[in-house]
T-cell receptor
């Protein structure tokens, strides 16, 4: 079983749509969770951290369910510029910092 | 800010040659840097953790004699792919750690013919 699993997609949605991505992780001791965005042939960029209480940043909402070892990302009012691959990322360590485990990414394509 | 650069951005080489990739933290010092590899349509896979002044820690399945890592200063880590083969063709990305967060370089695309 992969340490971090995501639906690879692609998700093809019209502008303005709401889209949700799911992710599961296998290491119950994991402490830190993130969503990254990766554009084609570029490095990943941090989109947002994911907190236990859930958190929102504009059109983006992240949720964490530790009991189910499940993370989600909701994008509301999709824009063309949201087209990218979204990576679910987990830090499996108790320590801050340290290595990150990446999911394979979910590809999103927003169409006009 | 926290800017990380990589050089070269792209390299094409013949099978059997060695290729060195540099990762620099431009505006901060990084005790720890990480090297990842990403094949098409796959996730970033951590290859090794590079610590300034000490030996790198390699992930399971990564050959330390093939992928040589040197972290001689707080702003520079290098990855040398020795005797590269076509199966080593990939996107190599480094990151540098600052305040418990990783900042990624723009990546190096390696093509081995």
């Amino acid at each position: 079983r992969k340490e971090v699993e995501q639906d690879p997609g692609p998700f093809n949605v019209p502008e303005g749509a709401t889209v949700a991505f799911n992710c599961t992780y296998s290491n119950s001791a994991s402490q830190s969770f993130f969503w990254y965005r990766q554009d084609c042939r570029k490095e990943p960029k941090l989109l947002m951290s994911v907190y236990s209480s859930g958190n929102e940043d504009g059109r983006f909402t992240a949720q964490l369910n530790r009991a189910s070892q499940y993370i989600s990302l909701l994008i509301r009012d999709s824009k063309l510029s949201d087209s990218a691959t979204y990576l679910c990322v987990v830090n499996p360590s108790y320590n801050q910092g340290g290595k990150l485990i990446f999911g394979q990414g979910t590809e999103l394509s927003v169409k006009p | 800010g926290a800017v990380v650069s990589q050089h070269p951005s792209r390299v094409i080489c013949k099978s059997g040659t060695s290729v060195k990739i540099e990762c620099r933290s431009l505006d901060f010092q990084a005790t720890t840097m990480f090297w990842y590899r990403q094949f098409p349509k796959q996730s970033l896979m951590l290859m090794a953790t590079s610590n300034e002044g000490s030996k790198a820690t390699y992930e399971q399945g990564v050959e330390k004699d093939k992928f040589l890592i040197n972290h001689a200063s707080l702003t520079l880590s290098t990855l040398t792919v020795t005797s590269a083969h076509p199966e080593d063709s990939s996107f190599y990305i480094c990151s540098a750690e600052k305040d418990w967060r990783q900042y990624f370089g723009p990546g190096t695309r390696l093509l081995v013919l």
